[in-house]
């Protein structure tokens, strides 16, 4: 992934702010607290922050306009993900680009690294961007004629024991102690996945009756709680891992 650096918006704080201005402005300021625009709202000159060790004289502060209705000042950043943040707005473009263009996804590690920022930093502003990009409010998973895959994973170190025999401690087999992610992908469409404290019948239930439509047809594994939880929609297939199975619908395909 390559971050052109030569664009000003991702260099200059200033031409950062005129480009989301123009995204989230097309046709003006908009009072974020009122909704008033046009004659309304006034653009104020360059003004001062308050004076800090840093900046004896205040710190140049740009892009603040005026409601005349709410009688107070607003710039591009309120009412978002980025209002009162210290974090300079052209690495908030920046990261929005890294994570908009991203196929893999991308790391609080790798911005830290791209924009020069701090960990702390970097951290703080990726869990903003990855929380402004999910869905608002998602609707319900599959539908008539639709399949929607439902399967449960684990990852991540489990517990540990005493090895009876060496007396040293091992790694336990099973899945106590790792993490659980239950995963929802319709077919075409949308994934979501939920981190659960135990992936179990009542959970998984749960999760696929108020994401999922009646009207679906789910696939899932052999597990023996899949038949309880697919009862009240549409169909049920499932893929057998024993034999080697692991796609069923979309031509199938076993693995030796």
């Not at 030569?6 to 908009?30: C, M, Q, Y």
């Not at 974090?87 to 473009?93: Q, R």
């Not at 869905?135 to 998973?141: C, K, Q, V």
């Amino acid at each position: 992934m390559s971050l052109k650096l030569t664009n000003p918006i991702f260099t200059d704080e200033n031409k950062a702010r005129e480009h989301l201005e123009g995204l989230l402005w097309p046709s003006g300021p908009v009072c974020p607290r009122c909704g008033l625009t046009g004659d309304g709202v006034n653009k104020l000159p360059v003004g001062r922050s308050k004076a800090s060790k840093k900046h004896p004289e205040g710190k140049p502060v740009y892009g603040q306009h005026y409601c005349n209705a709410c009688r107070r000042t607003f710039t591009v950043t309120n009412g978002t993900v980025m209002e009162r943040s210290h974090i300079p707005l052209n690495a908030w473009v920046a990261a929005f680009h890294l994570y908009a263009a991203s196929k893999k996804g991308f790391s609080a590690h790798q911005l830290h690294r791209s924009l020069g920022l701090t960990y702390k930093s970097a951290w703080f502003l990726a869990m903003r961007v990855r929380e402004s990009m999910g869905e608002t409010n998602p609707g319900m998973l599959g539908g008539s004629g639709k399949i929607v895959e439902v399967d449960e994973t684990y990852f991540g170190p489990g517990k540990k024991t005493i090895n009876r025999k060496t007396g040293k401690l091992v790694r336990a087999n099973g899945t106590g102690g790792k993490q659980k992610v239950v995963s929802l992908v319709q077919r075409g469409g949308s994934v979501r996945s939920f981190h659960v404290e135990n992936a179990d019948t009542a959970t998984i239930k749960k999760i696929v009756h108020e994401n999922v439509s009646r009207e679906t047809k789910l696939m899932t594994d052999e597990a023996q709680m899949y038949p309880r939880i697919a009862t009240d929609f549409a169909a049920h297939g499932r893929v057998m891992h024993s034999a080697g199975e692991y796609v069923r619908g979309r031509g199938s395909h076993k693995h030796d």
